[in-house]
């Protein structure tokens, strides 16, 4: 059985995004470089799928099939599932790669289907609105939420109408050298 692991960058006020809207992510750029080990691990050593909202998916799409290196390769090389209710896909799906595809239909169904298969783990990276609705759904395992101390005051809030409450175990919790911390939370129903 495969889990559904949620990894993200926010602000210490929970931001995933800054208040210029997608992509507004220039307070994420000095911390970066501290947590590429951790999420190179998650990629390569845990990672099965991986899975998006359809903003993120068209951020992502657009930049890392012209990437090169073994982060790129990371992200380049999984199988795509993406989440979106405008039913669209770039084309082509995640460049010379193809190896993206749309998720339709009952997608509380699909998704309990591929937790249910055997393989390595899936990973939703940012896609906060996704994150949102499987916490939800009861279908996120665990969280990863890399801290950076900056507060933006307003953007895209990471955890919004998630419609339940959530109780979660501290797993782990890593200090960064730019003052940032990785915390890990068990999801616990």
């Not at 800054?18 to 470089?33: H, I, R, T």
Request: aromatic residues 8%; glycine residues 16%.
């Amino acid at each position: 059985m495969r889990r559904i692991i949620a990894s993200v960058n926010v602000t210490l006020d929970g931001y995933m995004e800054g208040p210029g809207g997608e992509g507004d992510l220039g307070w994420l750029m000095p911390f970066v470089p501290d947590g590429i080990p951790d999420s190179a691990r998650l990629l390569g050593e845990e990672t099965g799928a991986i899975l998006l909202g359809r903003g993120t998916y068209h951020g992502f799409a657009e930049f890392w099939p012209t990437q090169e290196g073994e982060f790129a390769d990371l992200m380049n090389l999984p199988p795509k599932y993406v989440f979106s209710r405008a039913g669209e896909l770039a084309d082509p799906p995640w460049g010379s790669y193809g190896n993206a595809q749309l998720v339709q239909g009952d997608v509380e169904e699909r998704v309990r289907a591929m937790k249910a298969e055997d393989g390595k783990d899936m990973v939703i990276l940012a896609s906060g609105g996704l994150v949102s609705s499987f916490l939800g759904l009861g279908l996120v395992d665990e969280l990863r939420i890399a801290v950076c101390p900056v507060v933006l005051g307003a953007g895209k809030q990471y955890l919004r109408d998630v419609g339940r409450t959530v109780d979660l175990e501290l797993a782990g919790s890593k200090p960064y050298p730019k003052g940032g911390v990785l915390l890990t939370y068990h999801v616990n129903g």
